[in-house]
């Protein structure tokens, strides 16, 4: 990854999920906040998420977390069907080209599988990322997050 000799990406592991979800919330409150509202953040980010549906989502997916000194600093995952489900970098790590690096990995898997186009739902926060990484934006869309309207963004990349 750019800049960053001591970054390595590494799959991901079950035991990896507390502290994936931890980063998320992390991520979600204190980046994501400049674009949507409390309530929102409040939804998304929900301190109700079961831990361990959290981590069955991440089960049969290319799935990939960044490590730093032995810390997970960010983590992606994507079907075998190539949607991009979360991608997330930690607030303290950002700007560092992990998140690049992450993308490029699902890139490789993508070509090595035969995945001819990655889609994902980004954020408002997320879409000038992906726009960067080669994505256009297919639709604008309302979604419904525990009760809770927000827009995001269907992408779509070529492989």
Known sequence: ???????????FRPDDAETCLTLFMDCVHRISSRDYTPEQ???????TIDLEIWRARFDDRFAYVAMEDDCIVGFTDM?????LDRLFVSADHQGRGIARGLVRR????SIDHSIEEITTDASITAKPFFERMGFSVVREQSVECRGVWMT???MQRAV
């Open 79 to 83: 079907t075998r069907e190539g949607h």
């Open 106 to 109: 699902l890139l490789k898997d």
């Open 41 to 47: 953040i409040a939804a998304w980010a929900s301190r």
């Open 152 to 154: 995001n963004y269907r």
């Open 1 to 11: 990854m750019d800049g960053a000799a001591s970054l390595q990406l590494r799959p």
